[in-house]
């Protein structure tokens, strides 16, 4: 374990949301264009300070929902606040919080009939969750993980897993290429976020002149969000082989250009953040991205002032209702490093905070091989789940899990429900819907889970309706079962069950909605 100190924590805080700040009003004004862009300074004028910036202010309602939960935040706390606190409903947010207000939880919300499942708007809001886990990006990554799954899918949701750990990862390393391969580690090696990644690296190591790496890169995985904002007259199409993608496929060539913009910037924070911004598409994104971490890996103090000084500490929101009262929106970085400083040792638990230490707390962070994912059945995590072990796959596996399992976690056991690769159902067709019950209690003793299937008069189960099935005492066992519905003679919108869950002689029990959609 290594040691992080509160005073290089603070100023590496401050740097994630300064570069954050600086990065995307940069790359604002050249957001959806595919074009080269030739700048090497802010465009706008400034003098009345920054325009909003909706990749830092989305944070801002993830940390309102830290403060009241702590670790205890997960995929359906996060939903709620979205749909309470946030604003826009465009693309992949729109659709998201329609999935939700239908009643699909989280990861199914963020996959199901969304075109733009994979494109940037979580990967975005991966510093959150490297500022409140440094140096522990197995913690940060699987945060990032629910949150992404809230809006996104697939590679979208690689996207902030990737970012998160190696933004974790640099509040202690700082080498460019181990963070890069420490991201990697997080996320399934075949994606197409990996292979872009990976192509930028080559694009570096072989010296191709940066036009030729952002086409080699964006062939690689190529998007769409370059032409949103362009006319066809103003599209660059000197190559005629740049592809134009799938609508919504956005993140892997935007995450790429953040990291080629890092390695063509050669560590420079200004030209790093300008080579970002050269290779177009999602700019303010990829810039954003780039300059919170660099400004994680240098600290405040370590960015260059010429930069600092035009935004003035200010922080600009855009997209987080502030009519309710209920989300305190900070004015300034200063502000928002406060809160984030505050709430970071119930995050991560006292296991890993020494709340005593002269000068303020310090941090036990991870160092070497401990930064990269590892396969954790056999080890445990104290910043989830407060101390006991924790028998979870690898964040690479957690990622390459189907969107149409969800899980639920109580007291004593945790549920995984399995849709089988749908929330649809049809006419005359059995349908069946898998159930997992997980001992997580570690109770020692031989438990009964009883699983009560609650439907609508007119849909008939053609399995057992309540099933008691052994839950052995030994923590992480399992128990298993299905249920088949056969939904003819139901005729309404949406079709809502209950699986009721509980233990026998004990009080915890779960209640679970089940919603499937005709023809979905």
Request: hydrophobic share 40%; proline share 5%.
């Amino acid at each position: 374990m290594k040691t992080l100190d509160f005073e290089t924590y603070k100023d590496k805080v401050a740097g994630c949301w300064t570069g954050k700040n600086i990065g995307g009003v940069l790359g604002a004004p050249f957001e959806g264009q595919r074009k080269i862009n030739e700048v090497d300074f802010y465009v706008q004028d400034l003098s009345k300070g920054p325009p909003p910036n909706d990749d830092l202010d989305l944070q801002i309602v993830w940390l309102a929902a830290v403060e009241k939960y702590g670790r205890q935040v997960n995929s359906a706390i996060l939903g709620e606040y979205w749909l309470s606190f946030v604003i826009p409903n465009w693309v992949e947010y729109g659709t998201g919080k329609s999935n939700m207000r239908a009643g699909l939880m989280p990861p199914i919300s963020g996959h199901h009939d969304n075109v733009y499942r994979n494109s940037c708007g979580c990967f975005i809001r991966s510093e959150i969750w490297a500022c409140l886990a440094p140096g522990n990006p197995e913690i940060a990554a699987r945060y990032a993980f629910e949150d992404g799954s809230v809006d996104h899918s697939g590679e979208g949701v690689y996207g902030e897993v990737f970012f998160s750990a190696l933004q974790s990862a640099a509040f202690v390393e700082s080498d460019l290429r181990t963070l890069i391969d420490i991201g990697l580690s997080y996320i399934p090696e075949g994606s197409a976020l990996a292979r872009a990644i990976n192509e930028a690296i080559r694009c570096k190591e072989e010296g191709v002149p940066l036009a030729e790496a952002r086409r080699r890169i964006h062939n690689t995985a190529p998007g769409t969000f370059g032409v949103q904002g362009c006319k066809l007259s103003q599209i660059d199409r000197s190559d005629p082989d740049f592809k134009v993608g799938e609508p919504g496929f956005d993140a892997p060539e935007n995450c790429a250009y953040a990291i080629a913009g890092w390695l063509y910037g050669e560590g420079d924070f200004g030209k790093s953040i300008c080579c970002a911004n050269a290779f177009g598409e999602d700019t303010d994104c990829s810039c954003a991205t780039l300059g919170a971490t660099m400004g994680i890996i240098s600290g405040a103090s370590g960015i260059p002032e010429k930069w600092k000084a035009p935004l003035n500490d200010v922080i600009a929101t855009i997209c987080i209702d502030k009519t309710n009262g209920k989300v305190w929106v900070p004015r300034t970085v200063a502000q928002l490093t406060d809160r984030v400083l505050r709430n970071t040792p119930n995050f991560l638990g006292v296991g890993r905070c020494d709340l005593f230490a002269e000068g303020g707390y310090t941090i036990k962070c991870e160092e070497g091989q401990g930064l990269f994912s590892v396969d954790r059945y056999k080890e445990y995590l104290p910043g989830i789940n407060g101390g006991g072990k924790d028998k979870l796959p690898s964040m690479a596996e957690v990622c390459a899990m189907s969107p149409y399992i969800v899980r639920h976690s109580f007291p004593l056991f945790d549920v995984m429900v399995d849709f089988g690769g749908s929330i649809g159902f049809k006419k005359c067709e059995p349908r069946e819907i898998k159930v997992t019950v997980i001992n997580s209690g570690s109770t020692n003793l031989q438990l009964w889970a009883r699983l009560s299937l609650y439907t609508p008069p007119s849909v008939a189960v053609l399995s057992e309706r309540c099933v008691t099935l052994p839950l052995n005492l030994v923590w992480g066992a399992k128990a298993e079962a299905s249920f088949v519905v056969d939904a003819s003679n139901f005729d309404g919108a949406r079709l809502e069950m209950m699986l009721d869950v509980s233990l026998e002689g004990r009080h915890s029990y779960g209640g679970v909605k089940l919603v499937l959609m005709p023809g979905a």
